[in-house]
C-alpha cells in the first residue's frame, strides 16, 4: 500500500521525497557535487542549497564533461495551461541560472498535444492558444533571447516527429504500460508521446552534429518520462540526458504540489492584487490556534506554506529567511502579518512580471522555432 | 484454422476473396453499383469490370454525394521501398482514372517512417531517401500536376501530427490490438502509426472549409487501417472515407501478391529490359508440362501469371484479352511464345515510364507537399 503517487498525471498524498528517490533510483545531490556545482558556477544557488532541488541523475557526469570543454544545454518545458501558477516557476527559474552562470543554451518545450490527448476535457484547439500564453510568461521570465529557444509541439512537429519515430521504434507497449500505468485502453497518441518528449534531449546534438550533454531540470513527476529517454538515446548514438529534480511547490492549503486546476489554492502570474491577497490570506500557516497561543507556543515552519513560498521563490537570501522562519517559530510574527508581506512579495514579483511580459508583445518570433 | 491472412504487414497463403469480403465486413461490388459507376465516368474502368477492384465500403453514398453536387478527392499511398514493382500501380492507376473522369484532386501520401518503424532492418535515412524515387515513379504515371499532391510523411509531419493527434484520441491500445494483432511489444511508433495513415481522409476537408468526399483506392490489405479511420473521423464531424478494394497483382511464380522483398518474382518499375526478359521467362504459367500436350489439352489460365498480368495491367481490351486466354486455354500459344509478348509489352510500358520519369527531373516541387 502507498501511501502517496507521484506520476505525471497526478501527484497525489504526501509526498515523501526520501521514498521517491529509492523508488524512481534517483540520487539525491551530495554535498560534494553541490560545492562542485557552486564553485563551476562561481555562485550558489539557493534552490540547491536549500534542497527544493534535492536529487540528480548524472549531474556529476555533466560537471566532468563541462569541464572537458563540453559545454552542456539545457532543457525543460510545461504541459500549457494557459494559466501558470508559481509552482511551475520553479523548473523555469533553475534553467535560467544555469544560461546565467554556465551560458547554456535553454530550450523549452510546450508540448499542446499533451494534455489533450490525456484528458478527455481538454480541446487542441484551446491547449494550442493557451500554448501562447504559456510561451509569454515563460520569456518574461527573462532568459536571454540570443541563446533561448521555446516551441510548441504542433507547431514544431515536422522536427520532432521526424526524431521522436527514431526513439519511438525502441520503446514498446510493455516499457510504457509499466512505466505510465497505461493500459489497454489508453489512446494511442498518449502511449506515442513520451517519444515526443524525449526529442529534445537530442536537439541540441543534433544541430551541432555532435554529441552536446543536455541537463533537464524538471519536478520529479516527469522523472519517469526521461527513465525511457536515457534508455533509448544511447542507442540513437547520444549522450543519456542529465537530470535535476525539484520538489513541488505546495499548494496554499499545504497540499503537495500547487495545481493549475486548484484556483483557491493557487497562484497564477496572471492573479490581480486583489486575488493574490485573499488567496494568501486563506493559506495554511504552521502556526496555533489562536494569536495568544502562538505569540506563547510558536509555530511550525515545516507546517507552513506561507514560510514554504519564502523558502521556494521569495526570499533568495538565507540570512533573511531565516529570520522569517524564526519569527514564525518563536511566535514573534503572527499569521495576518506573515501572509500580508507575503502577499505584498509576490504582488511586487507579479507586477514586474506583467509589465515584462507586455514588452515581449509582438517580439515572440525571438523566441519560437516554428518548422 | 485459417489457410491464409493477409495484414497491412504481410499477405500469406492462398488467398480468397470471397472471404476476405466476408472477414473484413466490405461489400461486393454490385453490377448495378458498376453501372452507375460506368455511367457517372462517361466510361467503363477495365479494373472494375475484371473485378481486380471487387469490393467497397461507401461508394455508392460517394456517387450519391456526387450526383448531390459534392466532388470527392481521392487519397491512395505507398510504403516507400524505392523500388516500387508492377504490383504497386493498381491503385494508382484506379486514382489517374478516377481524377481523368471525375476531375478529383488526388493526393498521395507516401509513409517513410511506417516501414522504418515496423521492420527492424530497416533506417530511417533510406527509407526518406527511398521515398523520393517512389513519389517520382508515382507522378511519372501521368497525374494532372494542377490536381495531385505528394508528400512524404515526415517532411509534411507539421500538418499530419497536428490532426493526427486528434485522431488518437480516439484509439486505444486495444483497437489496434485487436485490428493489427499489435502485442506488448511493438513498439510506440506503430502503434500510433494508423493515426498518420487516417488524416488525409480528413485534408481533402480540412483545406476547402467543409466536409469534402474522399474515396480511397487500395490494396484489400490496407482496409483494416480505414476500419479504424471510419470509426474515429465521424467523431470529429468528418465523412467517413469511402474506399474501394483491389485485389493483389500475383508474383511471377504465382504467389498471391507480388512483393519487393522477392527480386526473382518481381517486376520493379527500374527493371531493364534483359531483367524483364530474364524473369518474365521463369514465370509460371497455367499450361501442361510439355509443348506438345499444351498442344493437345491446352492450359488453365487461371493459374498462369501471364494472363494475370494482360488482365490486371498490359491488355485494356477486353477482345483481345480474350484472345490471349483462349490462345492459352487452347493450347494455341506455347508458354515461350506467351512470355515473349507479355515481357514485349512490359518493357514498352517501362520503356515509356522511364523517359516520363526523367523528364520529372527537378520538376517534382510541383507535386510535392512540405511544411
Known amino acids: 500500500m502507498e501511501e502517496f503517487s507521484v506520476t505525471p498525471y497526478e501527484v497525489e498524498g504526501s509526498v515523501d521525497y526520501d521514498k521517491l528517490i529509492a523508488k524512481f533510483g534517483v540520487e539525491r545531490i551530495s554535498e560534494a557535487l553541490r560545492k562542485r556545482l557552486e564553485k563551476l558556477a562561481g555562485s550558489s544557488n539557493f534552490?540547491?542549497?536549500?534542497?527544493?532541488?534535492?536529487?540528480?541523475?548524472?549531474?556529476?557526469?555533466?560537471?566532468?564533461?563541462?569541464?572537458?570543454?563540453?559545454?552542456?544545454?539545457?532543457?525543460?518545458?510545461?504541459?500549457?495551461?494557459?494559466?501558470?501558477?508559481?509552482?511551475?516557476?520553479?523548473?523555469?527559474?533553475?534553467?535560467?541560472?544555469?544560461?546565467?552562470?554556465?551560458?547554456?543554451?535553454?530550450?523549452?518545450?510546450?508540448p499542446d498535444e499533451e494534455k489533450a490527448l490525456a484528458r478527455s476535457g481538454v480541446e487542441f484547439d484551446d491547449a494550442h492558444r493557451l500554448a501562447y500564453e504559456d510561451a509569454m510568461d515563460i520569456a518574461a521570465l527573462g532568459f536571454d533571447e540570443k541563446n533561448t529557444k521555446l516551441f510548441i509541439n504542433t507547431d514544431y512537429a515536422k522536427t520532432l516527429y521526424t526524431n521522436a519515430v527514431r526513439i519511438a521504434k525502441h520503446i514498446t507497449f510493455s516499457m510504457v504500460k509499466d512505466a505510465f500505468g497505461f493500459r489497454n485502453e489508453t489512446n494511442v497518441g498518449t502511449i506515442f508521446y513520451t517519444s515526443m518528449q524525449a526529442v529534445p534531449a537530442m536537439l541540441g546534438s543534433l544541430e551541432r552534429g555532435r554529441n552536446v550533454p543536455c541537463l533537464i531540470p524538471l519536478g520529479i513527476d516527469q522523472d519517469v518520462h526521461f527513465r525511457i529517454a536515457r534508455d533509448v538515446l544511447p542507442k540513437l548514438g547520444y549522450y543519456k540526458p542529465a537530470i535535476l529534480h525539484s520538489k513541488f511547490l505546495p499548494g496554499l492549503d499545504g497540499r503537495p504540489k500547487m495545481s493549475s486546476s486548484d484556483p483557491k489554492n493557487t497562484i497564477y502570474l496572471s492573479d490581480n492584487e486583489e486575488a493574490v491577497r485573499k488567496k494568501v490570506n486563506m493559506a495554511i500557516t504552521g502556526q496555533q490556534s489562536t494569536a495568544e497561543l502562538q505569540k506563547k507556543l510558536g509555530g511550525d515552519p515545516e507546517k507552513c506554506a506561507v514560510c514554504k513560498y519564502y523558502t521556494f521563490l521569495f526570499e533568495p537570501d538565507d540570512a533573511k529567511l531565516e529570520r522569517i522562519l524564526e519569527m514564525e517559530r518563536d511566535g514573534s510574527i503572527l499569521a495576518g502579518e506573515h501572509k500580508k508581506d507575503l502577499a505584498k512579495r509576490i504582488n511586487e514579483f507579479l507586477s514586474d512580471h506583467v509589465s515584462k511580459k507586455k514588452r515581449l508583445e509582438g517580439k515572440m518570433d525571438r523566441f519560437m522555432l516554428v518548422d
Do not use: C, N
Open 47 to 110: 534552490m540547491i542549497d536549500r534542497g527544493i532541488f534535492f536529487a540528480d541523475r548524472d549531474l556529476g557526469w555533466l560537471l566532468d564533461r563541462y569541464e572537458a570543454g563540453e559545454k552542456f544545454y539545457v532543457y525543460t518545458g510545461i504541459a500549457p495551461s494557459g494559466r501558470m501558477t508559481l509552482g511551475h516557476l520553479v523548473p523555469f527559474l533553475m534553467a535560467k541560472w544555469l544560461q546565467e552562470k554556465f551560458g547554456a543554451k535553454v530550450i523549452i518545450e510546450i
